[in-house]
């Protein structure tokens, strides 16, 4: 299966994010379809924030629906070149918001299909705190899905620091497990590779991490504000090699996912069979 990470540098204006991300999407399937020895992609996977990035702290977050006329839009992207999208954003459900990864398949509806455990609350020194559980709840189920017989597991930026979700999706035989992430750029620099490969290694999976890159700036009028990511989006095999990287710029990566590999890696390390702790 081909897949694309879409590296992005979203704003808080949904409508010109959503623009991008269409074209985006378009350019890199027409440029495929110009080249007839490449291999179309399947699945594309956006990083965190994709539809709104909130860039002033505290102001009122922009939480779709899945019957949001963006989301039907994508769904029409989906229909018409009959690939799958998987988008994390605000979502609101139930009454609550959440930070929530959603598939968009062709000729199926949107659904939710993970909603972010951990969330972002943190104070860097020197920087201004940050608290996502001031306007998210947390999800409290490990989820995955399946395209084409490959078993996809999910998770969402924060939680790459939880070793624990990991151990669950490695119990649940994942093929591949997916990172979408708004990384800081000081945290990203100490800590985003090192645990993007750790989860590889110890799950025995390919990790796939879509990220946000640049400085975002407002769109509101009169406002001046930006927040900066830190980007290099990775395709990491289930050996725990870096195999793919964009580190800077809006852009796609393409990754194409081998089930024999994940097979051998686990045959010449039966991990699952070794494990002694519940």
């Known amino acids: 299966m081909k897949i694309t990470l879409l590296q992005l540098n979203s704003s808080d204006d949904i409508s010109k994010n959503l623009e991008r991300i269409v074209a985006l999407v378009e350019s890199h399937l027409a440029a495929q379809t110009q080249n007839p020895t490449q291999k179309k992609t399947r699945l594309f996977i956006l990083p965190e924030n994709s539809l709104y990035f909130r860039i002033i702290e505290g102001e009122p977050l922009k939480a779709l629906t899945l019957d949001s006329a963006e ?7 989906a229909d018409l070149h009959k690939i799958d999208l998987h988008f994390t954003t605000a979502i609101s459900d139930g009454g609550k918001v959440w930070n929530a990864s959603v598939l968009v398949s062709p000729g199926e509806p949107a659904k939710i299909i993970y909603k972010k455990i951990h969330l972002f609350d943190i104070q860097l020194e020197g920087q201004k705190a940050i608290r996502e559980s001031d306007f998210f709840t947390h999800g409290d189920e ?3 899905f399946e395209i084409d017989g490959v078993r996809f597991g999910s998770s969402i930026c924060y939680d790459l620091r939880f070793s624990e979700l990991y151990q669950q999706l490695a119990k649940n ?3 591949v497990i997916l990172v979408p992430a708004a990384f800081l750029v000081k945290t990203g620099q100490a ?3 090192t645990l993007l490969r750790a989860r590889a290694i110890e799950s025995q999976a390919y990790v796939l991490a879509s990220a946000q890159v640049g400085e975002h700036k407002t769109t509101q009028a009169g406002k001046a504000a930006s927040r900066f990511t830190y980007g290099h989006t990775m395709a990491i095999d289930p050996w725990g ?7 800077e710029g809006v852009g796609c990566l393409d990754i194409e996912i081998s089930l024999d590999l994940v097979r051998s890696v686990r045959r010449q ?5 070794h ?3 519940k």
């Open 71 to 77: 989301i039907q839009q994508l769904q029409r992207l």
């Open 142 to 144: 490990v989820t995955g």
């Open 173 to 175: 035989k994942v093929d």
């Open 191 to 193: 800590h985003w590779e």
């Open 241 to 247: 090699q870096v195999v793919e990287i964009k580190a």
């Open 269 to 273: 390390i039966p991990m699952s069979e």
């Open 275 to 277: 494990r002694r702790l």
